[in-house]
């Protein structure tokens, strides 16, 4: 509620309110350890706390604040808790939070280039910044024939990544007749979800989408591939798109790009390259080996908004080749028309992702990378991937828990030999007692337990307790088996 | 650059930086009307700026902030400035920001209900309000079939409807064998472009997208709707599809929801209303006429990231029948299973839409409608109702300018009788001067102006000062034209 007659916050409120919000987030990061990590409400708690009519007049910010502690954050799963440990990090910083503090203050939109330059060229040059700065084929970069688009997310990526697979493949027809059931998508057992329900969006049909075999690391099977291919030719089909990971989700694996990528190129299929995650790692010389076979890819992907300190959403989406993209997703109304679009001399990102509007989120990565600098970002990636091999060596050096896939970085997969029933049960206690957050998956039809660090600020001694914890809380399900 | 040796930004630092950017945006919100409202820079001229390279080691925060003073504002187009006229607004708030910046502190993914109970539940709340605020079937609510959704934009609601809708006309066969070409969709020729982009991104194809013509206030025509429709069936084409708009993006055309309803029910098509910008004059009930038919829709959305002070992003999706949108979206891999999830009890709305991560989007629009209530929303969207019919009776009551089209609510559609150049020179006249931001579309092959107010610190004097210019600036052309 303002005082303005006119119901608006004035300057001064939104001064004041403002350092409210920011000391209040300062205050929850003093005190995050303090939560359970996996909220514990139950179904519809969260809702029967809050009114159930919107408000007729304006109500204090003070009091809006306050329902934040007292309606929300029992609600909340705390993924910036340094003992989050579940899925892949969400991670966030200082500098990011501030950078989408500023982008939501300006309120400007990016769909056009004359929208406002500024949005379209520090994105534009940031991504081109994160191509040597991860050591990415110059190719993606804008200079060259390619170039960067900040998308949503990975899943969005792979999305748009296909849907040029599609138009190159058909030449443009997709688009212009419909699809007609023949095309084919390619990517192994481990590929993240998201190629599936992009492959149901774009219209090829799962049924279209090859999952091919994985190697004992987990790893799609180059021979399998071709294998693959070759039948789908052979059964009049057109395959047209293969997708690679590096780092899947469920044990990050590293998909072979330099033969699969050969083989792509033999073929003629769009290859994508999925690095959601890991792809942050080659900001570290030594951990560039995963990209080996990169120069062969159409499009990449990878996600700071997951291990680069750069709050949700920001995916790094490049291509090799724009006009491609720009060809499958332009349409240019009346309404959108304008000199500097007409010009050709710049880039219009409304036709590089789904959504028109834009926000503008290369603000908070440039501050990232600004705010760290290269070699404080390569500083915490190091610092994660020893947390994680750390723990991995704890896991090798008990007789009671197993690696169940190879570790290369920050994710450690692993079981206690008690079996399926017993490691479900060890991640409920886990997850329940509040303290720490883990989450699980399946390889080889087992149960197995997720370990990734890569919260900003999970340190040693949050690793060692929650390695501590889950020996403790074995050991008593290890008894409580024996009555 | 941070003093902490782990480069992270302390505590006390984000307290202070926060400040500084709160106020660094009190005090772009006070002297916004200082700068051109569309940016004057250069393709390249932002870019030319930056260094060519990343910092290797990080930077002071400070020299971050006075960067964007130097080399951003010039190349911002100030979509916040009470003088921007264009396109339709993308309006933001000191309460929307503010939960915008506790959003990106918080740092939390709302992909499924465990993953933060409160994201879930509060934006199925937030949308039930809304249900109720604009006078909607309560069929859209999550007490009924329905329910709502946030997403993106208006593009990607469109696209989710579409895809819902072909996997309803084909028993969810599209998503499994792929498309076949058969899939036809409706729209109007005034239709936004996003409606081709989604059929395009679909895999229906353009060509099976039917623009019907309009009526002479721009209006879909049914009567042309029922024979296209008809045609396709003899054709062996499989009708699924037709989006309707409250409020079209060239002129603000309603188009008639009752008719064009009652044809989709008879003959099984879905129906899709995109009420944009539009939709929220329905928080008054004077304005619910446009609504008229709503209760025949099987999806619905609007942006309060246009007219409801609610930073982009925030699109609001509805939809009649939960069930088909998400048995179109959903797939499960065994790293997102959870006890929630399989209970059946809560809603994990990765299924609803594209991404799978998710901001808490719902907090910003929740601090909206409390800090402003229902009546002060209402206030100022009949304030710039009122401001923009008064801009159009001035049109009105000149013999120089003629109104183009009706203006039911903000959006006045005007030129000067001096034609097509004229009106473009016009145009770029006004947008040069730094002191208004307008744009143009074309209407029955004309080129048309238009005037959009809805901007939050639009007051009375700018639409008057914005009209006394172009009057001003009319007359200078005919002079340049007479000599």
Chains 1, 2 share one sequence.
Not at 261 to 288: F, K, N, Q
Request: charged share 20%; proline share 4%.
């Amino acid at each position: 509620m303002s005082d303005n007659k006119n119901f608006h916050m004035t300057p001064d409120d939104f001064r004041k309110y403002g350092r409210a919000v920011v000391d209040w987030i300062a205050d929850y990061y003093e005190r995050i350890e303090s939560f359970p990590v996996l909220s514990q409400v139950k179904p519809g708690q969260t809702r029967g706390l809050l009114p159930s009519e919107p408000p007729a007049l304006g109500e204090a910010f003070e009091s809006i604040l306050k329902d934040v502690d007292n309606l929300i954050i029992p609600g909340l799963t705390h993924w910036q808790s340094p003992n989050f440990f579940a899925f892949f990090p969400a991670n966030a910083s200082g500098p990011a939070i501030l950078g989408e503090l500023l982008s939501a203050g300006l309120g400007i939109q990016g769909m056009l280039w004359s929208t406002s330059p500024a949005c379209t060229e520090l994105e534009t040059h940031v991504l081109d910044w994160l191509v040597d700065m991860l050591g990415l084929p110059t190719k993606f970069k804008s200079d060259a024939a390619g170039g960067g688009v900040i998308q949503d997310s990975a899943s969005s990526a792979s999305l748009c990544a296909l849907l040029a697979a599609r138009e190159r493949a058909t030449e443009y027809g997709s688009n212009q007749q419909g699809c007609d059931g023949r095309l084919v998508a390619y990517a192994s057992t481990q590929t993240h979800s998201s190629v599936e329900k992009a492959v149901k969006i774009a219209g090829l049909g799962s049924q279209n989408l090859r999952l091919i075999r994985v190697d004992d690391r987990f790893a799609l099977r180059p021979d399998d591939l071709v294998k693959q291919i070759k039948q789908d030719r052979q059964d009049g089909l057109i395959p047209c798109f293969v997708c690679a990971t590096v780092g899947t989700t469920s044990s990050n694996a590293m998909d072979p790009l330099s033969e699969i990528g050969g083989i792509c190129r033999e073929e003629g299929l769009w290859l994508h390259v999925d690095g959601a995650m890991s792809g942050t790692a080659a900001l570290c010389p030594e951990y560039r080996y995963m990209h080996d076979g990169m120069e062969l890819a159409d499009s990449y992907c990878f996600n700071p908004h997951k291990w680069m300190f750069t709050n949700f959403d920001c995916d790094c989406f490049y291509v090799a080749d724009r006009e491609i993209l720009i060809k499958t997703l332009s349409v240019l109304p009346e309404y959108l028309r304008n000199k500097a679009t007409e010009s050709g001399a710049v880039i219009d990102y409304r036709d590089w992702h789904i959504p028109l509007g834009r926000r503008f989120r290369s603000l908070k990565l440039w501050f990232v990378i600004r705010y760290y600098g290269v070699e404080g970002l390569r500083y915490h990636i190091r610092r994660h991937v020893e947390l994680a091999q750390n723990f991995a060596r704890w896991i090798g050096e008990t007789d009671r828990f197993e690696l169940v896939a190879p570790a290369p970085l920050n994710l450690v997969c692993f079981r206690h030999l008690g079996g399926d029933t017993f490691n479900q049960q060890l991640l409920d206690r886990l997850n329940q007692s509040g303290n720490i957050y883990l989450t699980h998956t399946t390889l080889n039809n087992k149960y197995v337990l997720r370990f990734c660090v890569g919260q900003t600020h999970t340190e040693e001694h949050h690793v060692y307790q929650a390695w501590r914890q889950i020996q403790e809380t074995a050991k008593e399900l290890e008894k409580s088996d024996l009555r």
